[in-house]
């Protein structure tokens, strides 16, 4: 009998090769004889190209093609604005691509891309989020903009206890270690792509109709990808550049990679939000009424929709409860998915308030979320298919010691330093993504697993290979795992935390068809490809992840200075395929909340309608010394409802309401409520 691979911690079978240098990135795989290409971006805000003067970059020893929208490729379809480029002179923000400059280095193509010259007719443009500009959608991002049971106004005019402010987020951006890079090859009417995606399916699907293509037609290769979070979940307007820079080279290879400053206007961020929250409540703690109202900015180019207060529909027992989503259609890059969309900013606004509530209340913050804890899920009256959140709460209050906390602000010092501590809840959407299908096939005395899944540095070379060797009765060992190619069976993007809950079901299903079919002793190269079926009644169950942070701050008297030594965080996550890959997603969670919390913010100029600390050596996130001692943990769970694995994605839910509890634990150390993140000493030093 095999021992179960699944819950047992092997190193990354990937790490090898990638600490040798030998796992190829997208710009690392080889090409005959490539060619470079740098992006050329416009200068202003919004207005028209009149004139594009490529005649001085044409003639630079070693330029092969300059791309504008003169020469561009016609595209053969117009659904997704970001990918229709270079089709007009028109101009919609600071930094659209307006063409490419190809050479025989980058180096080469740099240069000659200053000397592109632009002149423009410029016209007012709007870069400004005000609560004033939004426009009301009915639905936005797939989820209703608004939902409303029962009269808010109504039990808020009669609540004993209410609580009413506005919550801001910053602007914020990806930047994953490996830039956004792609290598685009024609042969004949094939297009092949080597890319850095979270889905090579989704790149795929999305460019064969831009390119008037049937989908076999592309390919897309990305066996390793250097981190996402979320902006490489869809393509962008640079993998068309390549594509159609390729397409003018007569059949040779072009590299296209943006560099980091690229990334801030052409790779996707997360908006900035302004968020209103209203809580009425009883003075046992009984909420009575919970209304979450969120604006956010959109492109003029695309609408991607943040959708923030969507935790509130989910997290709190209410008998009247309201939401509501607004966007502001700005004259500013496209915003995109970053790690939890709309539960991040919407869970630091929510959880903070739930905070200030407790406060009003003389409440232990704990003992208010048990109180109001719902038996079924508040929004659509389904039952939770698991929800561990009282256990995460009462496991992390034991593992951090919140027993002994001292509820007064201010109330505990070292020296100069106040230290204070703050507690928040997490949750995410637990979901599986349809049309998912594996291909196992047997090959001597090892069996190879193939599905277009992704790792973007998650594990999935790992975990995955576990999860197929549990359901084909073998050791790990005989297991060829084959991944991020979309000539293989169809997985679909790592994202939403939905990549192994989804692909795990493919695989699993694929291994059982197999086994069925062909036995304990299966012919060489007998196979089988399954897409993997609806799991049975999971439309009965409404299922998520929960968890709970605990932060303790020292906040410096003098200097207001902000240290975090200490984080206890605690999830229900379903079963945990891989406690060391797990364990290492949590952290690096854990570790971006706080720097949500203190740090990143893209400082937006107005004037310019670009982001000005575009780098990072501006753009400011953690470093080692910055983060102290984290501890996260799970509680045993296993779901079985939402996939065969009895798992949950694990990939966003760390980050969720992590910010939230940092500002708790300034509040309480300092008394000073801060209502927007990051969270900087000059907020704090005016008090102290």
């Known amino acids: 009998m095999n021992s179960p691979a699944v819950g047992s911690s092997p190193t990354r079978i990937d790490g090898p090769a990638k600490l040798r240098g030998a796992a ?28 594009i003067d490529t005649s001085v970059a044409e003639r630079m020893d070693g330029v092969v093609a300059v791309l504008t929208h003169h020469n561009a490729p016609r595209l053969a379809v117009d659904d997704d604005n970001e990918l229709f480029i270079l089709q007009d002179a028109e101009i919609a923000f600071r930094g659209q691509a307006i063409g490419a400059v190809v050479a025989t280095s980058l180096e080469v193509a740099c240069e000659a891309a200053a000397q592109v010259g632009v002149t423009y007719d410029e016209r007012p443009a709007d870069v400004t989020l005000d609560a004033e500009l939004h426009n009301p959608g009915e639905v936005s991002g797939g989820f209703p903009a608004d939902t409303a049971i029962g009269d808010v106004d109504a039990a808020m005019a009669i609540a004993p206890v209410t609580i009413d402010h506005t919550y801001t987020t910053a602007m914020v951006h990806n930047n994953p270690m ?45 066996p390793f990808v250097g981190g996402g979070f979320g902006s490489k979940g869809e393509p962008h307007a640079n993998i068309v550049l390549a ?24 790779a996707g961020y997360r908006t900035p939000t302004s968020q209103r929250i209203r809580l009425g409540a009883h003075r046992d703690g009984t909420l009575t009424a919970i209304a979450h109202d969120a604006i956010a900015q959109a492109s003029v180019v695309k609408e ?46 929510a959880e903070t308030a739930m905070d200030e509530l407790a406060v009003a209340l003389g409440m232990d913050p704990i003992a208010l979320r048990i109180h109001n804890e719902p038996e079924v899920d508040p929004e659509s009256g389904r039952p939770f298919s698991t929800r561990g959140l009282i256990e995460c709460l009462q496991t992390g209050a034991r593992r951090f010691g919140w027993a002994e906390r001292d509820p007064a602000p201010k109330s505990r010092r070292e020296g100069r330093w106040l230290i204070g501590s703050g507690v928040a809840a997490a949750t995410y959407p637990a979901d599986t993504a349809s049309g998912n299908s594996a291909r196992v096939r047997y090959l001597g005395d090892r069996y190879e697993v193939a599905i277009d899944a992704v790792d973007i540095g998650t594990g999935t070379w790992t975990s995955l290979g576990q999860i197929a060797a549990d359901a084909l009765g073998v050791d790990s060992d005989r297991i060829e795992l084959r991944i991020g190619d979309s000539d293989l069976p169809k997985g679909t993007v790592a994202g939403g935390s939905t990549g192994m809950a989804s692909w795990g079901s493919a695989v699993v299903a694929a291994a059982l068809a197999f086994r069925d079919r062909f036995g304990p002793a299966p012919a060489d190269g007998a196979e ?31 200097t207001a200075e902000i240290r975090v030594p200490r984080v206890v965080s605690v999830f229900g996550a379903g079963r945990i395929i891989n406690p060391r890959m797990a364990r290492s997603q949590f952290l690096g969670a854990v570790t971006m909340g706080l720097s949500m919390a203190l740090f ?48 949950k994605g694990i990939g966003e839910i760390g980050i969720v309401g992590s910010a939230a509890a940092v500002g708790n634990a300034i509040y309480h150390a300092t008394g000073v409520r801060v209502r927007h993140v990051p969270i900087h000493l000059e907020d704090l030093l005016g008090a102290l």
């Open 600 to 647: 990143e913010q893209s400082e937006f100029d107005p004037r310019l309608g670009a982001v000005i600390n575009h780098d990072l050596a501006g753009y400011h996130i953690p470093v080692n010394a910055d983060i102290g001692d984290i501890d996260v943990s799970w509680i045993d769970e296993h779901d079985p409802h939402l996939n065969p694995m009895g798992s």
């Open 304 to 349: 991607f929709a943040e959708q923030t207060a969507v935790v509130t529909r989910v997290m709190y027992s209410a008998a009247n409860r309201s939401t509501s989503h607004r966007f502001a259609a700005l004259n500013v890059p496209v915003s995109s998915w970053m790690r939890a969309p709309g539960h991040c900013p919407g869970m630091y606004a």
């Open 528 to 558: 089988i490809t399954v897409e993997a079926p609806e799991y049975p009644g999971r439309e009965n169950f409404s299922t998520h992840a929960f968890g709970a942070h605990f932060v303790e701050v020292r906040v410096h008297t003098d």
């Open 24 to 51: 190829p990135y997208a710009m690392e795989h080889p090409q005959p004889d490539p060619l470079y290409g740098y992006v050329i971006q416009s200068t202003i805000i919004r207005g028209r190209i009149r004139e």
């Open 178 to 222: 490996e830039p956004h890079a792609t290598v685009a090859h024609w042969t004949d009417d094939t297009l092949t792509l080597f890319d850095s995606t979270q889905g090579p399916h989704v790149v795929r699907a999305q460019l064969a109709p831009l390119f008037g293509l049937a989908p076999e037609r592309v390919r897309v290769i990305a």
């Open 243 to 266: 594509a159609m820079a390729a397409k003018l080279c007569d059949g040779r290879p072009v590299k296209l990679p943006l560099t980091r400053q690229q990334l801030f206007s052409l």
